[in-house]
C-alpha cells in the first residue's frame, strides 16, 4: 500500500514535532544504549577486529541488581579457570605416556604381510620380550621355510612415523641380527624436477652385540632420532630402500 504524500508529510512533520523522551527515563536510556553499542559494533567490524567489545554502560544504582549481576560474573569466570585448568593438566601429561608406542612380531617362515600384534608397549617391557623371544627356534622355522619372513620385532610410533625393528638371519651356529630404522625422508622428482614429495625410508644394518641393540632400543623410546641415527650409522650397511606403507 502507497501512501499519498500529504500523509507522508504529515507523519514526518508529527515525528519532528514530538519531544524527546526526558534525559532520566528509561526509553532515553534504551536509545542511548542502542546507539552506542551500535557504533561501537560498527567500528569493530570495520577495522577487522575479531573479538567484540562491548563498552561499559552506566547505569541507574541498584544495590540489589548489581550484586547479583556481578555475583553471576565471578561465579562464570570461576567455571571457565578451572575449565581451562582442567584442559591444560590433560594436554601437559599426555605426551608424558607411551601409548603412542606399539609393536608387533613377524615368526620365522610365515608370509611377509603376516603381523602378530602386541598392542602398547614400552621400552622395560620391550627389553624384556627381546630376551626372551625364541630366536634360535624361530632361524629354523625360517631356513625350513625360505619364501617366507625372517623372526622380527618391530616398534612403531605412528605420531612421530618412526619405525625401529629388529631381526635375526642365519642359522644356529652362525648368525646374526639387522636393525632397520624407518624415518620420512623427502623426495624429488625425476632429475631434480617436478613437486617434492615425502616417503618413507628403511635404512638396515648389521651387528651381533645384543646389548648395542638394547641401547638402540633405548634412543628410540627417548625420542632421541638424531642421535639414534647417528649410532647406527656406524655399523656395517646392508642396504636401503624405500620402505613399504
Known amino acids: 500500500m502507497h501512501l499519498p504524500s500529504s500523509s507522508i508529510k504529515l507523519l514526518t512533520e508529527k515525528m519532528l514535532l514530538t519531544p524527546p523522551a526526558p534525559p532520566g527515563s528509561s526509553n532515553s536510556i534504551l536509545i542511548v544504549k542502542s546507539l552506542r553499542l551500535q557504533t561501537k559494533v560498527s567500528l569493530l567490524h570495520r577495522h577487522g577486529r575479531t573479538q567484540l567489545q562491548i563498552p561499559k554502560l552506566r547505569q541507574a544504582p541498584d544495590v540489589g541488581g548489581n550484586f547479583i549481576g556481578h555475583f553471576m560474573r565471578i561465579l562464570i569466570l570461576l567455571i571457565a579457570t578451572l575449565t ?10 599426555k605426551p608424558e605416556t607411551n601409548s603412542m608406542f606399539t609393536y608387533d612380531i613377524q615368526y620365522g617362515g610365515d608370509p611377509h604381510d603376516m603381523y602378530d600384534l602386541k598392542g602398547q608397549i614400552n621400552y622395560d617391557n620391550f627389553i624384556s620380550s627381546f630376551d626372551t623371544f625364541p630366536w634360535l627356534d624361530e632361524i629354523d622355522k625360517a631356513n625350513a621355510n625360505p619364501n617366507g ?73 627417548d625420542k632421541n632420532y638424531d642421535q639414534l641415527h647417528a649410532e647406527i650409522k656406524k655399523l656395517e650397511k646392508f642396504g636401503e630402500m624405500e620402505a613399504a606403507n
Open 84 to 93: 581451562l585448568s582442567c584442559n591444560s593438566n590433560k594436554t601437559k601429561t
Open 149 to 221: 619372513c625372517s623372526p622380527t620385532l618391530s616398534v612403531k610410533n605412528k605420531a612421530d612415523e618412526r619405525d625401529f625393528w629388529v631381526s635375526m638371519s642365519g642359522d644356529r651356529s652362525n648368525h646374526g641380527y639387522l636393525v632397520g630404522y624407518v624415518y620420512p625422508k623427502t623426495k624429488k622428482g625425476l632429475l631434480g624436477f617436478g613437486k617434492v614429495k615425502t616417503i618413507k625410508w628403511v635404512e638396515i644394518y648389521l651387528t651381533e652385540n645384543e646389548q648395542q641393540i638394547k641401547n638402540f632400543f633405548k634412543l628410540y623410546f
